[in-house]
């Protein structure tokens, strides 16, 4: 099996031991005109180095927000965030991009990948943004386009790619800075099945490279792929289902 | 990729949004440069115009030289200035109206400026006319002129040629005596109004052509300091306190505070309400740009860009727009300027060597400046709505829509 490339080398080391994220009773709530809305409500979640979990769960129960919450992109309301040790509420607007930057990998559904650019440097801009030398960054991405199966579309731009290989150029380009925790709303929500099934081929893949990957999806051929299955209700993990 | 090489991706993006920002930077900016180069157009060519042929102070009547009040024995008065110490040369100088017989056709009619210069020093004595010859040389003899283009072209006449001229010291002599004087040059006159005619030639062949009804006054003295021209005015108000003595430069603000004004006022106006166009035209292009792409930009939020970093995305677009806009805004107002020019000037009254738009250091450094400052409070808006994007609740719009 084929490793996800590191940032120096082709091939990654197995997964490190250690908590990567630790949510005790983390809440959010949204103040709306007719009244504030929870959308999730004490949550407690521990990821560890290289798990694969599947968060599931009715329309409006949480999940993306839970997952923007562990991603540090939605702050929450009450509770405590640690990443990696560190409490996330703490730091600054700039430290948290800065971990976001180095710790975590996002993939949307809709890939958002920037259409004036070519699939290699959407895959470099992470780089770009954390300093990487442009040499060495040119050839990680190249390493990491062959990764998912697209060198031979790399001076492809966006628009010239099927919906499959823009999320696969989008999962390389959250791979860039070689992340501990990659999070994926949906990845497949906008293709057909087979393509998704490539998908989550390539993200099975991923994880056994040791990095921890949190996927919040309505698929539940996806969910089954993951080692623990987070079922949601009201903004609460109902139940957790280890495989 | 650094923040300019994003501005110019998103740019080249959308390319008709760009260009028509460019271009519309480009126009604006063009009026703009033209409103700066009017602001003091008037001033600096003036100020030019009076500095040429080295006379520093001006001595009159009036407020203003040109009042139409004339100096009392005016050669005496400017041999008594030529005596003081800080004066190298006196220069007097009157004005006559005049006629040119042609062959066929009515007489031409021109202006006729007689001078004598009185100095101390024998360098002042070689001190020329306030007029510049283009060909032949300068009147010297009290039967010699020299003339302007106009004459010359319309009249046929070149150095060698000889006018019969009738000139009029005194508006109310209507009798106007012939008199035979040989043109000896071709002169470009500095003060020479649009579509009129001017001679010039000695005092002594003006008041011949004037039949001896000059008298001693003179319009005005021009005055060459061999120092500081302040000290050389005051100088002259204290010996002669009944006169007015001026500098170029106080001549320039006294212009500065009766017609000029207007200009600048009328300058001013525009260049505000050109630069609030400027920053109104890159704002919305910005901010509809920006609105565009805010799925986008909350992705590479979320990808760890700082907040710090798309604001400067932002702010290199805006740089980048109003920067190429800005470069062609240059030659493009330089044209404009050179056109308008020539409409102010088909104002009657205005003399030909003068300029309503002239370019200036200061002026481009002002243009560059208020270009940088359009730029940067353009860009504030779109900016703020990048530096407080709410990167999850944006990501959930974003895919509900």
Same mark, same amino acid.
């Given at each position: 099996m084929?490793?996800v490339?590191g940032?120096q080398?082709?091939?990654?080391?197995g997964?490190?031991e250690?908590?990567v994220v630790?949510?005790?009773n983390?809440?959010r709530?949204?103040?709306?005109?007719a009244?504030?809305?929870?959308?999730?409500?004490?949550?407690t979640?521990?990821?560890?180095?290289g798990?694969?979990?599947?968060?599931?769960?009715p329309s409006?129960?949480g999940k993306?927000?839970?997952?923007h919450?562990?991603?540090?992109?939605?702050? #929450?309301? +009450?509770g405590?965030?640690?990443?990696?040790?560190q409490?996330v509420s703490? %730091?600054?607007?700039?430290? $948290?991009?800065l /971990?976001?930057?180095k710790q975590?990998?996002?993939?949307f559904?809709?890939?958002?990948l920037?259409?004036?650019?070519?699939?290699?440097?959407?895959?470099?801009l992470?780089m770009s943004?954390?300093g990487?030398?442009k040499?060495?960054?040119?050839k990680?991405?190249?390493?990491l386009?062959?990764?998912?199966?697209?060198?031979?579309?790399a001076?492809?731009?966006p628009? #010239?790619? +099927?919906g499959g290989?823009?999320?696969?150029v989008?999962?390389a380009?959250a %791979?860039?800075?070689?992340? $501990?925790l990659? /999070?994926?709303d949906?990845?497949?929500g906008?293709l057909d099945e087979?393509?998704g099934?490539?998908i989550a081929?390539?993200l099975d893949?991923?994880n056994?490279?040791?990095?921890?990957?949190?996927?919040?999806?309505h698929?539940?051929?996806?969910?089954?792929?993951?080692?623990?299955?987070?079922?949601?209700r009201?903004?609460?993990?109902?139940?957790?289902?280890?495989? | 990729?650094?923040a300019?090489?994003f501005?110019?991706?998103?740019?080249?993006r959308?390319?008709?949004?760009a260009?028509l920002?460019i271009?519309?930077v480009?126009?604006v900016?063009?009026?703009l440069f033209?409103?700066?180069?009017?602001?003091?157009g008037l001033?600096v060519?003036m100020?030019?115009?009076?500095?040429?042929g080295?006379w520093?102070?001006?001595?009159?009547?009036?407020?203003l030289?040109?009042s139409g009040?004339?100096?009392?024995d005016?050669?005496?008065?400017?041999e008594a200035?030529?005596?003081?110490?800080?004066?190298?040369?006196?220069l007097v100088?009157?004005s006559?109206t005049a006629q040119i017989d042609?062959?066929s056709g009515?007489?031409?009619?021109a202006s006729?400026q007689g001078?004598t210069?009185?100095s101390?020093d024998?360098?002042?004595s070689?001190?020329?006319?306030?007029?510049?010859?283009?060909?032949?040389?300068d009147?010297e003899?009290?039967d010699?002129?020299?003339?302007?283009?106009?004459?010359a072209?319309?009249?046929?006449?070149?150095?060698g040629?000889e006018?019969?001229?009738?000139?009029s010291c005194?508006?109310?002599v209507?009798?106007?005596?012939a008199t035979r004087?040989?043109v000896?040059g071709?002169?470009e006159f500095?003060?020479q109004?649009?579509?009129?005619?001017?001679?010039?030639?000695t005092?002594?062949?003006?008041?011949?052509?004037?039949g001896?009804?000059?008298?001693t006054e003179?319009?005005?003295?021009?005055v060459t300091?061999t120092?500081?021209?302040d000290?050389t005015a005051?100088?002259?108000?204290?010996l002669?306190?009944?006169v007015?003595?001026?500098?170029?430069t106080?001549?320039v603000?006294?212009?500065q505070?009766?017609?000029?004004?207007y200009f600048r006022?009328?300058?001013?106006?525009?260049?505000?309400?050109?630069?609030?166009?400027?920053?109104l035209?890159?704002?919305v292009?910005?901010?509809?740009?920006?609105n565009q792409r805010?799925?986008?930009?909350?992705?590479?939020?979320?990808l760890g860009?700082?907040r710090?970093r798309?604001v400067?995305?932002?702010l290199?677009?805006?740089?980048l727009?109003?920067?190429?806009?800005?470069?062609?805004?240059l030659?493009l107002?330089l044209?404009l300027a050179?056109?308008?020019?020539?409409i102010?000037?088909g104002m009657?009254g205005?003399?030909v060597?003068l300029h309503?738009?002239?370019?200036e250091?200061?002026?481009l450094?002002?243009h560059?400046?208020?270009?940088v400052?359009?730029?940067?409070?353009?860009?504030?808006?779109?900016?703020?709505i990048v530096?407080?994007?709410?990167?999850?609740a944006?990501?959930?719009?974003?895919?509900?829509g």
């Amino acid at each position: 099996m084929k490793s996800v490339p590191g940032p120096q080398s082709s091939v990654s080391g197995g997964p490190t031991e250690g908590s990567v994220v630790d949510a005790q009773n983390v809440s959010r709530v949204f103040s709306m005109p007719a009244g504030p809305v929870t959308a999730v409500r004490d949550v407690t979640l521990h990821i560890r180095n290289g798990d694969h979990i599947a968060v599931r769960g009715p329309s409006g129960c949480g999940k993306s927000t839970l997952l923007h919450m562990l991603g540090c992109v939605e702050p #929450q309301t +009450s509770g405590t965030l640690l990443f990696d040790g560190q409490d996330v509420s703490q %730091l600054s607007d700039a430290r $948290r991009s800065l /971990l976001r930057l180095k710790q975590i990998g996002f993939v949307f559904q809709r890939f958002f990948l920037l259409p004036m650019l070519t699939a290699r440097e959407n895959v470099e801009l992470p780089m770009s943004e954390a300093g990487v030398a442009k040499h060495a960054r040119q050839k990680r991405a190249i390493e990491l386009l062959e990764y998912v199966g697209l060198a031979a579309r790399a001076d492809h731009r966006p628009s #010239q790619l +099927s919906g499959g290989e823009m999320q696969r150029v989008a999962i390389a380009r959250a %791979l860039a800075n070689n992340p $501990r925790l990659l /999070l994926a709303d949906e990845p497949t929500g906008e293709l057909d099945e087979a393509t998704g099934a490539q998908i989550a081929a390539l993200l099975d893949r991923v994880n056994q490279s040791g990095t921890a990957l949190v996927i919040v999806t309505h698929d539940a051929a996806l969910a089954d792929r993951a080692g623990r299955v987070l079922m949601m209700r009201d903004g609460q993990i109902e139940s957790e289902r280890v495989r | 990729m650094n923040a300019i090489g994003f501005a110019w991706r998103s740019m080249v993006r959308q390319p008709a949004r760009a260009a028509l920002g460019i271009l519309g930077v480009a126009a604006v900016g063009a009026l703009l440069f033209d409103m700066l180069l009017l602001s003091r157009g008037l001033i600096v060519s003036m100020q030019d115009l009076l500095d040429r042929g080295g006379w520093d102070v001006r001595v009159s009547m009036g407020e203003l030289p040109g009042s139409g009040l004339r100096i009392p024995d005016a050669v005496e008065t400017a041999e008594a200035i030529s005596t003081l110490p800080s004066v190298q040369a006196a220069l007097v100088m009157r004005s006559a109206t005049a006629q040119i017989d042609r062959a066929s056709g009515e007489p031409l009619r021109a202006s006729f400026q007689g001078v004598t210069t009185r100095s101390s020093d024998p360098a002042g004595s070689r001190l020329r006319a306030p007029w510049t010859i283009l060909r032949g040389r300068d009147a010297e003899a009290p039967d010699e002129v020299v003339i302007d283009e106009k004459i010359a072209s319309e009249s046929r006449l070149e150095p060698g040629s000889e006018i019969t001229m009738r000139a009029s010291c005194n508006a109310d002599v209507e009798a106007l005596p012939a008199t035979r004087l040989k043109v000896v040059g071709v002169a470009e006159f500095p003060f020479q109004i649009t579509n009129e005619s001017t001679t010039g030639g000695t005092l002594d062949a003006l008041r011949a052509a004037c039949g001896g009804n000059a008298g001693t006054e003179a319009d005005l003295i021009l005055v060459t300091s061999t120092s500081d021209a302040d000290s050389t005015a005051a100088a002259i108000r204290t010996l002669r306190p009944e006169v007015r003595a001026a500098t170029n430069t106080e001549v320039v603000g006294r212009l500065q505070q009766t017609g000029f004004t207007y200009f600048r006022q009328i300058s001013s106006v525009l260049t505000t309400v050109t630069v609030s166009f400027a920053v109104l035209l890159i704002t919305v292009l910005l901010t509809v740009s920006v609105n565009q792409r805010l799925g986008e930009i909350a992705a590479l939020r979320a990808l760890g860009f700082s907040r710090m970093r798309v604001v400067k995305d932002v702010l290199s677009e805006s740089a980048l727009i109003v920067g190429i806009g800005g470069l062609l805004s240059l030659p493009l107002g330089l044209l404009l300027a050179s056109g308008l020019d020539r409409i102010l000037k088909g104002m009657p009254g205005i003399p030909v060597a003068l300029h309503f738009f002239v370019f200036e250091t200061q002026a481009l450094a002002v243009h560059i400046g208020l270009l940088v400052a359009t730029a940067i409070i353009a860009a504030l808006y779109p900016m703020r709505i990048v530096s407080t994007l709410p990167i999850a609740a944006t990501l959930r719009d974003e895919v509900i829509g």
